[in-house]
């Protein structure tokens, strides 16, 4: 039990919570965009299945990880547009819609794995870039400057998103239409054009979520590869406030939790392997409860908008 407390082993558990914060800062970041314009989309898991197995299977049979990461971004915008006209243009109940699409996401990637593949074959994924300069200095440069292109992408996210949720006129008309649609359609803006970009957007960040697991953590695919990490990522947004850094911290924790079991399993610490994986999903309960009391969802959140009805 000591060896969970050396240095090269806290080292370790650090340099991959980073990593393995990447997933879901993609897909929370995407969720907090489509429910900041009032829509909850559940089908996160879903998406992040069907984008980790295009990119996994593209980077397969051409070995091109740029063209796996266009079809990534184009079967995310496919999925979104069509969690977007079920939710925005048809105004079905939005829980239920999400829900749905997980289950076709997640009975999709497995049918082509089945049809197309048929078999777990690793994959060339994206390579360790270090950063010159900063991946020499001790500890940090091992921790922060020695990761795949997806995880620097991802954490430059962060701050891109803050700025334009608070600071663009297409972050503010998100976040009128997520509080007050009426409000917002009686001065010109297009609630549904708004909520069609937001919950589009968030399928795509879903979708490269996955191809960002599949291409850069694990550099392969299997039937059910998130294991539910799209409904965490869901949850990271409650938990982070509807707010990019908080999202961030959110997930850093998430991961860390996540990373530390795996790493008392690598080192055989004497605790049951179920209990061990169960832990970030406790946390998960554990967190939400906390938060609950002090969080203040966008107020139209969830809830269609019919344009004869205001």
């Known amino acids: 039990m000591e060896e969970i407390f050396s240095q090269a082993v806290l080292i370790g558990i650090i340099t991959s919570a980073i990593r393995l914060a990447t997933p879901y800062i993609?897909?929370?970041?995407?969720?907090?965009?489509?429910?900041?314009?009032?829509?909850?989309?559940?089908?996160?898991?879903?998406?992040?299945?069907?984008?980790?197995?295009?990119?996994?299977?593209?980077?397969?049979?051409?070995g091109n990880l740029w063209l796996a990461v266009l079809g990534a971004v184009i079967i995310g915008l496919l999925m979104?547009?069509?969690?977007?006209?079920?939710?925005?243009?048809?105004?079905?109940?939005?829980g239920i819609s999400g829900i749905g699409l997980y289950m076709f996401g997640l009975g999709l990637s497995s049918l082509l794995f089945k049809v197309l593949v048929g078999s777990v074959q690793?994959?060339?994924?994206?390579?360790?870039m270090d950063i010159p300069g900063l991946s020499t200095i001790p500890v940090i440069g091992e921790i922060f400057f020695r990761n795949s292109l997806p995880v620097?992408?991802?954490?430059?996210?962060?701050?891109?998103?803050?700025?334009?949720?608070?600071?663009?006129?297409?972050?503010?008309?998100?976040?009128?239409?997520?509080?007050n649609p009426a409000a917002a359609d009686s001065l010109g803006v297009n609630v549904n054009r708004v909520r069609y970009f937001s919950v589009c957007f968030g399928a795509i960040m879903a979708s490269l979520a996955g191809a960002s697991l599949s291409t850069a953590l694990v550099n392969l695919f299997q039937e059910n590869l998130t294991a539910g990490l799209g409904f965490i990522a869901v949850a990271l947004v409650y938990f982070g406030g509807w707010k990019p850094v908080g999202i961030l911290i959110g997930a850093l924790l998430f991961?860390?939790?996540?990373?530390?079991?795996?790493?008392?399993?690598?080192?055989?610490?004497?605790?049951?392997?179920?209990?061990?994986?169960?832990?970030?999903?406790?946390?998960t309960i554990v967190a939400l409860v906390a938060v609950t009391s002090r969080i203040r969802p966008p107020a139209a959140?969830?809830?269609?908008?019919?344009?004869g009805e205001n």
């Open 255 to 283: 991961s860390t939790v996540n990373a530390f079991q795996l790493w008392m399993q690598v080192l055989g610490v004497n605790i049951p392997s179920d209990v061990a994986v169960m832990l970030p999903y406790l946390l």
């Open 80 to 94: 979104g547009l069509l969690m977007s006209f079920i939710s925005v243009t048809m105004r079905a109940e939005q």
């Open 122 to 128: 690793t994959i060339e994924g994206f390579h360790e």
């Open 152 to 179: 620097y992408v991802a954490f430059l996210l962060i701050p891109v998103a803050w700025w334009f949720l608070e600071k663009t006129t297409w972050g503010l008309m998100i976040r009128a239409v997520g509080q």
């Open 26 to 62: 993609f897909a929370s970041i995407g969720e907090a965009f489509s429910q900041s314009s009032g829509v909850v989309n559940l089908g996160v898991d879903g998406i992040m299945l069907v984008g980790a197995f295009v990119a996994y299977y593209i980077t397969l049979t051409t």
């Open 301 to 307: 959140l969830n809830k269609p908008f019919d344009r």
